[in-house]
Each structure stands twice: as C-alpha cells, then as structure tokens.
C-alpha cells in the first residue's frame, strides 16, 4: 500500500513532452512505485500538437490557461475549473496556451498491459 503524499508545486520536475513546435513537458506524480491502481501527473502544454490514442481511461482537469483537445467527435476549448473524461482507445490530440493540467489516468500499468 502506497503513503501519503504531499507534492509542493515548486518541488515538480518536469521533462520534455513533445514538440517542437511548442513545448510541452510533463511532471509524473504518482506510477506504479507508489499504486497499484492509478497514475496521476501535471503537464504544461503551450503551442504544442501532441497526437495520441490513449491506452487508459484519463480524467483531465486544467488549472491554467487554455487547454485544447481534438477527439473524433470535435474539438473541447477548456479553460481553468474545466475537467475533460477520455475512454480508453480514444484517438486525440493534446494542444494549449499556457495551458497547465492535472490528469489522473488507470490503470497504471497501462505501459505493461499493451506491451510496451
């Protein structure tokens, strides 16, 4: 069983996600050192187009500027407060303004479950 956890924001480090063009880069929190069941990470998206079938069921909250996400049915334009539910399988793609989200993602094993 995983402990509590507190991640100070100043604390985070963030990597590299995608780009150019634009940047985007991505802090990941919780992985499978410390649950069995869920991934839970921040990523700043900032004039960037990242494309991606998601392999895991992801929740997508923003907290910052403006996030958008192009999906087969359309395109969401989110702001602060905004929370965004994608299924498993779904093609996308990733795109922001200053754009600072949290997602959580399961399960956590997605990597080993599609072999990767």
């Known amino acids: 069983m995983g402990k509590v956890t507190h991640y ?3 604390d985070m ?13 991505i ?3 919780v992985g499978p050192d410390l649950s069995s069941t869920m991934g839970v990470g921040i990523a ?3 004039g960037c187009s990242i494309d991606w079938t998601v ?10 500027g403006w996030f958008r996400l192009k999906h087969p049915g359309g395109v969401i334009e989110a702001g602060p407060g905004d929370v ?9 793609t990733y795109e922001g303004d200053k754009a600072i989200v949290c997602y959580a993602l399961y399960p956590v094993d997605w990597r080993k479950k599609h072999n990767l």
Do not use: C
Not at 13 to 25: I, M, V
Not at 55 to 64: A, P, R, T
């Open 8 to 10: 100070k924001r100043s």
């Open 13 to 25: 480090k963030f990597e590299a996600y995608g780009g150019p063009p634009g940047t985007a880069e």
């Open 27 to 29: 802090s990941r929190l």
């Open 44 to 46: 700043k998206f900032d």
């Open 55 to 64: 392999l895991y069921d992801e929740m997508i909250i923003v907290i910052e």
């Open 84 to 92: 965004i539910w994608l299924p498993e399988k779904t093609p996308i």
